[in-house]
């Protein structure tokens, strides 16, 4: 998608409707700081604010994310290229959630051993060794919590006896075993077990 483009095409849209940046802002509940970003190309209005946007400007969502108002002739085709770019900036996002995920994993694991080790050989006192075991365990768990998070919703899981593609629930993560991102969870599709893969695309 062409931000700048898309900018462009908010603002005119916006003048023709005869409002201004503030009171484009004041209806949508926001700040016509976002508004300036949005005309700007340096962000995209949020997807729960679009329809809203949408029908103050008098446009669609297809227009609005192809930068013009889309014709008969070219409606399909600016639609299913939206649709395919929205894909993609989703897989992208995902890969980046998946390499945050192993980021958040090896820091919170070295910083788990660190206080420890540091607890173990250093002189100082017992509840100072206590509190810096605890505080290691704590940041630990956190990490894990997060990544578990991040795991449950970058991507899909994919079942090998159905092929079903789907996101499971935060608990279904949680109490599957695994290796790596390889986890034994129920199909909700199939309702089978069986070692699922991580997959980054719905299809």
């Keep these: 998608m062409d931000q700048v483009k898309i900018g462009k095409f908010i603002a005119n849209c916006r003048k023709k409707a005869n409002l201004t940046q503030m009171q484009l ?55 299913e290229n939206n649709l395919l770019e929205m894909v993609k900036q989703k897989e992208q996002a995902d890969k980046r959630l998946l390499s945050l995920e192993v980021f958040i994993g090896i820091t919170a694991t070295i910083v788990l051993f660190a206080l420890i080790f540091i607890a173990a050989f250093l002189e100082m006192g017992v509840w100072l060794k206590v509190s810096l075991m605890v505080l290691g365990f704590i940041l630990f768990l956190a990490g894990c919590f997060y990544a578990l998070q991040i795991e449950q919703v970058a991507g899909y899981y994919e079942c090998q006896e ?19 991102r390889t986890r034994y969870m129920r199909c909700p599709e199939c309702g089978k077990k069986s070692w699922q893969k991580k997959v980054l695309t719905r299809e």
């Excluded at 159905?162 to 499971?168: E, G, V, W």
């Excluded at 629930?169 to 949680?174: E, F, G, L, S, W």
């Design 162 to 180: 159905c092929k079903h593609r789907y996101i499971p629930t935060y608990k279904a993560v949680y109490l599957a075993m695994h290796t790596g």
């Design 25 to 79: 802002a004041e209806k949508l509940g926001i700040t016509d700081r976002a508004i300036s970003k949005w005309e700007t190309g340096k962000s995209l209005p949020d997807s729960s604010i679009m329809l809203e946007l949408c029908g103050m400007l008098g446009i669609t969502v297809n227009d609005l994310l192809s930068g013009e108002v889309s014709t008969m002739d070219n409606y399909n085709k600016n639609l």
